[in-house]
């Protein structure tokens, strides 16, 4: 179709009224203020806040100066584009543990200049191994097991002038919890984190400035298992690790005079096996004994004379890194919504969210009394607690009261996925004022949100954003609750770009694929999960291992960051020959594959329902799929060779396709919606078999009468590519099909998390196989990607990934008539609001500043599209483009737009 075109030129008041120039929100690696920077060559980001429309960037300048800002340190001079993230520091070299200031002011296409930006700050990390003083201390005791107690570690020191500055850089073998003068260091918990320990160990820095005093200080620190070596998986697998707990502490402290002193972890501590937690797992929960408090064990004055003295070890430092990610950290607290009985006679507390974390009681009770607490996702069919499905896992913390007054109960170095307790030995009556869930989590920034006229489909986004909150615990878990709660890669990826609108995951998945790479075999195998803890042959997986390429690429698109495709792309290029070295003549058809895990499967199959998809032509459309990520990533980063290699394999990859699972007609070797959807997503098919492809998707959804059948792989995409040719209305009636199998069916029978399965709790109440039938598992959750980019229309496009240039597309259908969405980029807010009412149609769109967007409007023509009230032809700053489709395409850049016309679509 010949497209038209219209430029219009008039002028339009500026934004409130204002013509200025500002830069606000400035990050350093995608923090804000960071300590324990331990990158040599960290960037800089920053928004412009302009008060045009189409305001953009023209030219930058940053200054980097210490403390005072009279000493600088690096300026960039005054450079003329208009990139405004991750701007690399090109001045002489860091130092290690030193403490640098910044600035940034900009120009702007309209003539003006910022004011220089307030000042941020970052605090390097150690950088070399001989900068840390501090050594390995363990305990020694007996009692340091995995099945043993926690264990308390001491060391006082003396301050006698007055300080500037105190950084503490802290790690363990096992978890920590940090107090200095008996009040927390930090507000992280389950530290260090998880990473593959033995190559990558954390540590956190902290500013512990204003909790040092004059005269005595007590360095506390608080030691369990965690995941270092706490059984993992099953068969008893632990101390995967190492068996001992340790510890490594150094203290930086900095005088007014330039003269410094460090406090660091020696044969000078003393540790006692005899604290109050007896025992602590991560799938069994824990045992506090109140009566073994040591009240003022971490302050100055305790009589420490019956602890013991610790041993150096001489582990090494080369594993040791700076923490990129956000700690794990408490959010939001819950009062039970409801405190009963059921008919056996067990007191249950019920949250009303099925979330993860830990319960905080407060409480009196008689000395050696226990309250044993217990967790579950669901109750059964009769309102029983219900924990079959945590297999193995007990899942249970045990407190034992002092008798000593009121007092305060929740776990250190456990988790547990949960909405209901059950609760035994509580003393008195129940009151939920004394009884507060509290939600952990990655420390992650919030950046999306999405809503509709449909209540179901926000409940289902509500299920999408606790299925993650639940399970971005550190790492991407596949669940929360049972003895698993690992890094599956599959998972992960499914839900990646679902993941990258809800929360700002860009450190989150930054540092966990470096675990990826890390765990990845010599010969490119990737592990089904990481950090790997299930051995050497657990790997290589069609739409698992696919992990190492399809989360770099998804994390270009939302935050623009080349740097992810730069430390990944040996891993990709690692994965990808692992396949070409496993197939024959570019067919991949060996080893083994979990396949479109959890597919429709109908019990009693006779006449052949299941949606069973050949493992093998899976496995070929994500060596096509991955091999294409990698000719991505080499565009990115400009490797001209491989670039050529690759589109070459590529070719040859989807030729091998054709020959094996293809007839001349375009049928696949199987019908199921998975091969057609995999097929069409990835391009395995000539031009002139797609069309007859997407029909055959659609009959087979007809076929099951509007229902998915598809499992972990093929569901991510179903809708989309039932978009892209031309299905809109297909993809609405599965995203608002209520019965099984579909997104809104567990919706329908109460979910406040997505489920594994389709069919976790069935129409009669009753519960699918215990054995795999987790309530909290994000993967089907990736169904918001589909929701953000086509219901409500917010996009990017490849050319200007992270959303420097943006797409606004909204699909009208499925009896909404309204939806909006909103995403904090990495250049600002970008919103979208539309509306249909009695036939109009109108979309309210805020675009950031130094980016440009199109925008499409449902409707034959432009001139029936006005804008703020007043006819298109009179805004000056939005180019009409043409039509495309049923849609009109406007070019402009930032600002705050209201659309409308009387021609909805």
């Known amino acids: 179709m010949k497209k038209m075109f219209f430029v219009l030129i008039i002028s339009v008041p500026a934004i409130g009224g204002f013509a200025q120039v500002s830069v606000k929100n400035l990050r350093l690696e995608n923090r804000i203020n960071p300590v324990g920077m331990d990158v040599p060559t960290p960037r800089f980001s920053w928004q412009l806040i302009s008060g045009n429309k189409n305001g953009m960037q023209t030219a930058y300048e940053i200054r980097v100066t210490n403390k005072s800002g009279k000493s600088v340190v690096w300026n960039s001079g005054k450079q003329a584009t208009d990139q405004s993230l991750y701007v690399p520091y090109s001045g002489r070299p860091l130092q290690s543990a030193a403490t640098y200031y910044w600035q940034v002011r900009v120009w702007d296409n309209k003539g003006n200049t910022s004011d ?120 008893d697998n632990k101390n995967l690790y190492g068996k001992k707990l340790g510890l490594l502490l150094q203290v930086n402290i900095t005088y007014p005079d330039g003269s410094q002193e460090t406090v660091i972890s020696d044969n000078s501590w003393k540790t006692t096996d005899k604290g109050p937690i007896r025992f602590s797992e991560i799938y069994n929960g824990e045992i506090l004994d109140a009566r073994q408090e040591l009240p003022g064990w971490n302050n100055a004055g305790f009589d420490d004379q019956s602890w013991q003295p610790v041993a150096e070890k001489d ?51 008689k000395a050696g009394d226990e309250m044993i607490v217990e967790h579950a996702e669901v109750l059964d069919k009769n309102g029983n607690f219900y924990t079959e499905n945590l297999r193995a896992a007990k899942a249970t913390d045990t407190y034992i009261f002092s008798g000593k007054g009121e007092e305060f109960f929740e776990p250190h170095f456990t988790f547990h996925g949960f909405r209901y307790l059950r609760v035994k030995g509580f003393p008195g009556e129940m009151k939920t004022e004394n009884i507060t869930a509290v939600a952990l989590y990655s420390g992650m920034r919030p950046s999306g949100q999405f809503k509709c006229s449909n209540p179901m489909l926000n409940q289902l986004q509500h299920n999408i954003q606790w299925g993650q909150r639940g399970n971005f615990l550190d790492v991407p878990t596949d669940c929360p609750q049972r003895d698993e709660r690992l890094g599956w890669t599959g998972d992960a990826q499914a839900f990646s770009r679902t993941a990258s609108f809800n929360m700002d995951v860009h450190n989150f998945f930054s540092k966990w694929m470096k675990d990826v790479a890390a765990d990845q075999s010599e010969d490119g195998k990737v592990p089904f999960v990481v950090p790997n803890v299930l051995g050497p042959e657990s790997g290589g997986s069609a739409g698992w291992s696919d992990v190492s390429t399809i989360i770099p690429w998804n994390m270009w698109l939302a935050y623009g960051d080349p740097k992810i495709l730069e430390d990944q792309y040996q891993s990709m290029k690692g994965w990808v020959g692992f396949m070409q070295n496993h197939s024959r003549d570019y067919l991949w058809n060996t080893g083994f594959h979990f396949g479109d895990w959890l597919f429709y499967r109908p019990a009693d199959d006779n006449d052949g329902r299941s949606a069973v998809t050949d493992k093998y032509l899976i496995a070929q459309c994500f060596f096509a799929h991955s091999t294409q990520l990698l000719i991505n990533a080499a565009r990115v980063l400009n490797k001209q060779n491989d670039i050529q290699k690759y589109s070459e394999l590529l070719h040859q990859v989807k030729d091998a396709f054709l020959k094996e699972y293809t007839t001349s007609s375009g049928r696949l070797v199987s019908g199921t919606q998975t091969a057609y959807v995999l097929a069409l997503q990835f391009d395995m098919l000539p031009d002139s078999l797609r069309a007859q492809a997407a029909k055959r998707l659609v009959n087979n959804i007809q076929d099951y009468n509007n229902h998915l059948t598809t499992g972990f792989l093929g569901t991510p995409y179903l809708c989309e590519v039932l978009t892209r040719y031309g299905y809109d209305t297909v993809a609405y009636k599965l995203l608002l099909q209520e019965t099984y199998p579909s997104w809104l069916y567990p919706v329908k029978m109460g979910a406040t998390t997505i489920w594994e399965r389709w069919d976790g709790q069935k129409p009669d109440s009753s519960f699918q196989t215990p054995g795999m039938n987790s309530f909290n598992h994000y993967a089907y ?35 909404l008539n309204y939806a909006s969405a909103e995403l904090e980029t990495g250049y600002g807010k970008l919103s979208v609001n539309w509306k249909v009412n009695n036939g109009n149609f109108s979309m309210d769109v805020e675009i950031p500043s130094n980016t440009t967007a199109a925008i499409f409007i449902p409707v034959s023509t432009p001139a029936t599209i006005s804008e703020n009230g007043k006819p298109l032809s009179d805004e000056k700053e939005i180019i009409v483009k043409g039509k495309e489709g049923n849609y009109i395409e406007l070019q402009t850049g930032s600002g705050i737009y209201h659309f409308s016309t009387a021609a909805a679509k």
């Open 781 to 815: 959750g990736a169904i918001g990607d589909w929701m953000y980019r086509n219901i409500a229309g917010l996009d990017t496009y490849e050319d200007g990934a992270g959303y420097k240039k943006i797409r606004i597309l909204p699909h009208i259908g499925g009896n």
């Open 116 to 235: 220089w930006s307030d000042r941020a700050f970052w605090e390097m990390g150690l950088l070399q191994k001989e900068d840390w003083k501090a050594k390995w201390i363990e305990s020694g005791s007996p009692a340091d097991s995995v099945n043993g107690p926690a264990l308390l570690f001491r060391k006082p020191f003396l301050i006698k002038k007055k300080i500037m500055s105190a950084t503490a850089f802290i790690t363990a073998h096992g978890m920590y919890e940090a107090s200095l003068n008996g009040r927390k260091i930090g507000d992280a918990f389950l530290t260090p984190g998880w990473t593959s320990y033995n190559k990558r160990l954390q540590y956190q820095a902290y500013d512990i400035t204003d909790l040092i005093a004059m005269g005595e200080n007590v360095i506390g620190m608080n030691v369990g298992s965690g995941w270092y070596r706490t059984p993992l998986a099953w068969n």
């Open 315 to 365: 582990y090494s430092k080369l594993n040791l890194i700076g923490t990129y990610n956000e700690p794990v950290l408490k959010h939001e607290s819950f009062q039970p919504v409801r405190i009963f009985k059921t008919a056996k006679g067990e007191q249950i507390i019920d949250f009303g969210q099925n979330m993860v974390g830990w319960v905080r009681f407060r409480v009196q009770g």
